[in-house]
């Protein structure tokens, strides 16, 4: 099941949030601070453990001081011109993500709208790329996970509710 929520996803209690993290994984601006800042130090310290993460890649930590369990760090692509890869690697985030929280037995996860903000990535591309993704892995893989997709912005919201009127609103 899938559904989308306007809200910030540092309130959002599940198994899983989903950073979209830079590479360094220690912290940034946009909702990969905002995670940072609402799980408290520890986040970082066990975040310098992990040496980073490329882009496209996933990786998992624990969330702290967050209502989620854990927090799922994934790169999104920096927004070029679209004839860089950015499609696959914003594919692979969402996928690789899944596969993570399939490993772990998680059964709900949140993503942000990964690489939409200063990454740059057109956001109503990146909303097909995830939802895409996502009914792939459903098919592919594992359809038991419960995803939302939490859109801090009116016009991210706005465009999941267009493009896939059928996915389920909450209001959590």
């Not at 999104?76 to 993500?97: K, R, V």
């Not at 996860?109 to 990535?121: A, E, L, R």
């Amino acid at each position: 099941m899938k559904k989308s929520v306007k809200g910030n996803i540092v309130e959002i209690s599940v198994d899983a949030i989903v950073n979209a993290a830079n590479t360094t994984l220690l912290g940034g601006g946009g909702v990969d601070g905002a995670i940072h800042k609402a799980a408290g130090i520890q986040l970082l310290e066990e975040c310098k453990l992990l040496n980073g993460c490329p882009t496209g890649e996933a990786r998992i930590t624990k969330a702290y001081n967050l209502p989620a369990k854990f927090v799922i760090h994934t790169v999104g692509p920096i927004w070029i011109d679209g004839t860089h890869g950015e499609e696959e690697l914003l594919a692979n985030c969402y996928w690789n993500s899944l596969l993570l929280a399939k490993e772990y037995g998680l059964k709900c996860i949140s993503f942000p709208n990964i690489s939409t903000g200063s990454y740059g990535f057109p956001k109503i591309d990146a909303a097909h790329i995830a939802l895409n993704t996502v009914v792939k892995f459903f098919i592919e893989v594992d359809n038991s996970l419960e995803v939302t997709f939490v859109c801090f912005d009116q016009v991210n919201y706005n465009i999941y509710k267009e493009i896939c009127p059928t996915i389920t609103e909450s209001n959590y």
